[in-house]
């Protein structure tokens, strides 16, 4: 079993910054793959960023391409996102994700909101 915990949201004035942490507990589970995605009230879920555990490569939607960075500490077994230039439009709860197979990346950014493991969330709020 895989547990995810996120934090770091909060309210911010538009153009502003936020970072978002998840650390995993992973204990005996593989994990190759994890993720961020968001949702806003009355909206689908909307997959944002994904990372390769083994070579942390990284894909982004074209959302928040330039605006928002992916990046991981394996030892530590932290996720983030680095969230710059944020507008009203991103107000969500945004949730890490983890995938347990090998090659989960290839599913693609908009697969990552079913990702098999996925935390509580934090609130994010961009103030107009």
């Known amino acids: 079993q895989v547990y995810l915990v996120e934090s770091g949201g909060g309210s911010v004035q538009a153009g502003g910054s936020l970072r978002l942490s998840c650390v995993a507990s992973?204990?005996?589970?593989?994990?190759?793959?994890m993720g961020w995605f968001r949702q806003a009230p009355g909206k689908e879920r909307e997959g944002l960023a994904l990372?390769?555990?083994?070579?942390?490569?990284?894909t982004y939607a074209d959302s928040v391409t330039g605006r928002f960075s992916i990046s991981q500490v394996i030892a530590n077994n932290t996720l983030f996102l680095e969230m710059n230039s944020l507008n009203p439009e991103d107000t969500a709860m945004y949730y890490c994700a983890a995938h347990s197979q090998r090659g989960g990346c290839s599913a693609g950014v908009p697969k990552i909101p079913r990702f098999g493991f996925r935390g509580q969330g934090t609130q994010v709020t961009v103030l107009a």
């Open positions: 992973i204990g005996n589970s593989d994990v190759y793959c």
């Open positions: 990372i390769d555990r083994q070579d942390s490569s990284t």
